[in-house]
């Protein structure tokens, strides 16, 4: 009868090498975002909806936006400096091939309402 017996020298190379195809998935992931956002890609608005993070931290900043009246969201590091941001409106750049890839500028703030409708809310 044959026994699988893996080593702690065995068993931690594996880790390295689950470690290091995770590392490589994560750069690939964000090199291609960046590539989908610097090529075909056009702009809209968005809406701040809510915070989220992680253990009872608010990290984050939640918006949704619509492309072709579909529903899409995104999040973004939230600023702590800024005054609050939530029921804004900011522009929202996307990427034409995958809507879904998408960046805030939060610095970019909508008030106009008729730009804001014509968006999709």
Request: charged share 25%; hydrophobic share 35%.
């Amino acid at each position: 009868m044959n026994k699988l017996i893996i080593t702690k020298e065995k068993s931690q190379n594996i880790l390295y090498a689950i470690f290091a195809l995770v590392i490589l998935y994560t750069v690939y992931e964000v090199s291609m975002r960046k590539k989908h956002l610097a090529q075909n890609f056009a702009f809209t608005i968005g809406k701040v909806y809510k915070y989220s993070g992680y253990g009872g931290n608010e990290d984050f900043l939640v918006f949704k936006y619509y492309v072709n009246n579909i529903e899409f969201i995104g999040n973004k590091r939230r600023d702590y400096e800024m005054d609050s941001p939530l029921k804004k409106f900011y522009k929202i750049k996307y990427s034409k091939v995958k809507p879904e890839i998408s960046e805030m500028y939060l610095t970019e703030e909508i008030t106009d309402s008729s730009k804001i409708v014509k968006a999709g809310f």
